[in-house]
């Protein structure tokens, strides 16, 4: 049986955010960015509202019909000329104090990630996926990966992830995804996988 799949619009904004937050509460990443599970609890979601809000107004977000399992897509151009220095983007910065200004860790996650993001080629970059608790391993991350990676085969583009938990890694795995260079150490924290997927030819 297949999964509906449509995409999300303006006034998903609150189940999507909802979503995401219940999904990653027991992530290592969001665990890292917000460490203590009261702290997470109370403030966790402004990041998800932040990305949620990103990734409507530039990107493209699907979402199974039921509202259960959501993908956040941003369509990377080539960028021949560089993407600068992370260093020198406002972006992150911006993040940290829209949700929490007392927190570098949300700032660093993002200049973290922007500067081992692979340059020079146009790609679609899943910049998040999250599946409520209690429907997970049931397929609906697959069947959202799965839509965008058939329409990045047809048309020859290259996809990128970064995986915040061995299991994750293992899952892009079996879809295709390869390590893409050393595994990005967070500061006394734990690793993300960058992970890079050619098209496959059909």
Known sequence: MG???RTAGDGDRELLVRLLD?????????GWVFPGTEYRRTTHHRLMRAFTDLVLAEGRIDVTEDGAACALWMSMPADDDGAGD???DEGPAQVRQAVDPENE?????????????PTGRA?????????APGRQGEGLGTALIGSVLDRCDREGLPA???ASSVRSRLLYERLGFAPAGEPLPLPDGPHMWPMWREPRTL
């Open 86 to 88: 992370p260093a020198d």
């Open 105 to 117: 860790r949300v700032e660093m996650i993002g200049r973290l990630t922007a500067g081992v993001h």
């Open 160 to 162: 990128y992830l970064e």
């Open 123 to 131: 790609h679609e970059y899943l910049w998040m996926i999250g599946v």
């Open 22 to 30: 219940e999904a990653f509460q027991d992530d290592p990443v969001s």
């Open 3 to 5: 999964v509906a799949i």
